[in-house]
């Protein structure tokens, strides 16, 4: 709660939140008592700001052999007549879980890397100090990854025995690729008896 104190005839308290307070206040003579109320509005330091992460807007798609990419908050406007400490926290809203994480989600400025694609992901920033906390919203975009160029050829072998060539059962078929151009890919694979033989 608020807090006051006095320094000979005067007296001083302070507000713990905004809001109205009233103020009694009292002198006592060692024989009679006489005292007085006094209203007082204490209101927070004003703050605002915004967000903006570039041409991250809308539905995005990174340049060609960029996957993943990493994405850059810029706070905007930060406006603050206070003279407390700022604290930063970075997340992201309800509705775009994911596992994606901020290099600081403490700092003005970090960065990100969206982990999941198509994705929509709406960060926000929420700004405190002793008085107040305020969350601001950047406007949500929907993360495309990029394809895999046609360039991409898959060769299959075993030893050297390449192609469609028999093999021995229980040995393991190796798979090659060749031109993709991304740093993270995940490579997937499913196989089929086509003899059907048990």
């Known amino acids: 709660g608020p807090t006051g104190y006095h320094v000979g ?5 302070t507000p713990s939140t905004q809001g109205t ?3 009694q206040l009292g002198v006592f003579d060692g024989c009679s008592l ?3 109320t006094v209203t007082v509005v204490a209101m927070c330091p004003e703050l605002s700001f915004s967000i903006d992460l570039g041409s991250q807007t809308g539905t995005f798609q990174p340049p060609a052999g960029s996957n993943p990419i990493s994405v850059s908050t810029v706070l905007v406007g930060l406006t603050y007549t206070g003279t407390g400490t700022l604290t930063y926290t970075w997340s992201f809203a309800a509705g775009s879980a994911t596992s994606a994480t901020f290099s600081n989600a403490a700092d003005p400025e970090p960065t990100f890397t969206p982990t999941v694609a198509p994705r929509t992901y709406t960060v926000q920033l929420t700004i405190s100090d002793n008085c107040q906390t305020k969350t601001v919203q950047a406007t949500p975009f929907t993360y495309i990854c990029n394809a895999v160029p046609g360039a991409v050829t898959i060769t299959a072998f075993t030893g050297n025995t390449a192609g469609n060539n028999p093999i021995a059962t229980n040995t393991p078929v190796q798979m090659e690729t060749s031109g993709i151009q991304y ?6 694979a499913a196989a089929t ?3 059907n033989d048990p």
């Open 193 to 195: 008896d086509a003899t």
């Open 183 to 188: 740093p993270f890919v995940t490579l997937k």
């Open 9 to 13: 005839n005067s007296a001083y308290f």
């Open 21 to 23: 307070y009233v103020v």
């Open 34 to 36: 006489v005292s007085t």
